[in-house]
């Protein structure tokens, strides 16, 4: 069945389909191992932007016990964006309810296309749902396999609500050669962790790379909880006109970006940036993190009127703006792991 589910999905792609590509493989989790979940594959036709929002209850694997998941591994073919995992909390117009019944790998959930509900674009959607996970690793080696420090895990409780979206691109600045998947693996683990894994999402959403100001910086900051955190692990994220990502312990109080000796995460990756999971970085006391993004503004291969629409100045100056989709807008996104997690995670729009 599922070779002709793919002879299915082959056969509306039209003629950018590889068919020597070879597709992520995981292992399939046994309840005892943990929680296997997998989105559907689907066609990304040329000249294409696909973003879905698969939405799924945590299973009761444990009697009711929370899962504490001290490794995870995450896997995209070849043309991903992104793919994000959220845990969803107050819902503004993006909902779970709102959308069709899906297998994910067994698991039972529900979609929102983006191409039919426009809410799955729309990152105040999400703005106060901690960030789980991240992937932007599509091609050479598909899959991020990450083991936790040791002594920490992440909670997921039975029952509670989380959202990947998923973003594929099939046109000028990505290429999708065969067909979007992704896929997660969470690990339980074994060893009694006693330190419980945080997370920071932030988006710096001030951002104007114009054809009059051609190589702009922005950066943003953002405070952690009380306390003393480690950051573990980190990634950044932005589109084409992105040169350079850089990410900064901050002390909380200065209004300049910190010293270089402060830097933990630089990336001039813009399609496929790093994630840096070997970090041992104290974070100042009521301090936190930096991030700046470096741009290069560039003449859009179908001219600026897509970008100019998207302009809220309405400047007609081709301002890529902060927005989702990766040919006509720009982004400037932290992603960052920490531990121990005190009074929540933390998001920073």
């Not at 929102?112 to 959607?125: L, M, P, Q, V, Y």
């Not at 573990?232 to 970006?257: K, P, Q, V, Y």
């Not at 700046?292 to 998207?310: F, H, L, N």
Request: charged share 20%; hydrophobic share 40%; proline share 7%.
């Amino acid at each position: 069945m599922r070779v002709l589910a793919m002879l299915a999905v082959l056969a509306g792609c039209g003629d950018n389909v590889d068919p020597t590509y070879e597709p992520w493989i995981l292992e399939d989790l046994t309840p005892a191992q943990g929680l296997s979940i997998r989105t559907p594959e689907f066609a990304v036709p040329a000249g294409a932007e696909i973003q879905d929002c698969y939405f799924f209850a945590v299973p009761d694997l444990a009697g009711g016990a929370d899962l504490m998941i001290d490794r995870v591994a995450l896997a995209l073919n070849a043309g991903s964006h992104h793919m994000n995992v959220f845990r969803v909390k107050t819902i503004v117009a993006l909902d779970p309810a709102a959308g069709e019944p899906v297998d994910l790998g067994g698991v039972s959930g529900t979609v929102i296309r983006g191409a039919d509900n426009i809410e799955c674009w729309k990152s105040a959607n999400w703005a106060t749902w901690p960030l789980v996970s991240n992937s932007q690793q599509s091609t050479g080696d598909p899959i991020v396999d990450w083991n936790l420090p040791a002594d920490v895990a992440t909670r997921l409780v039975p029952g509670e609500m989380l959202m990947l979206q998923i973003h594929y691109v099939n046109g000028t600045d990505q290429v999708t050669p065969f067909v979007g998947r992704g896929g997660i693996n969470f690990y339980r683990s074994a060893d009694g962790d006693t330190q419980e894994l945080g997370t920071l999402f932030a988006t710096q959403q001030s951002i104007r790379v114009c054809r009059s100001n051609p190589k702009p910086s922005y950066s943003g900051a953002c405070a952690m909880p009380a306390g003393t955190h480690t950051v573990a692990a980190a990634n950044g994220h932005f589109h084409s006109r992105g040169e350079r990502f850089r990410m900064f312990a901050w002390d909380g109080l200065s209004t300049t970006r910190p010293a270089d000796a402060a830097m933990f995460y630089d990336s001039t990756n813009w399609e496929e940036p790093e994630m840096e999971i070997d970090l041992d970085v104290a974070l100042p006391e009521a301090g936190g993190i930096w991030w700046t993004c470096d741009y290069q503004w560039s003449e859009p291969a179908g001219g600026c009127a897509a970008v100019d629409a998207r302009d809220p100045q309405q400047a007609n100056d081709c301002c890529y703006t902060f927005g989702p989709t990766v040919e006509s807008s720009e982004h400037c996104n932290a992603f960052v792991y920490y531990y121990p997690k005190v009074g929540g995670d933390v998001t920073c729009f």
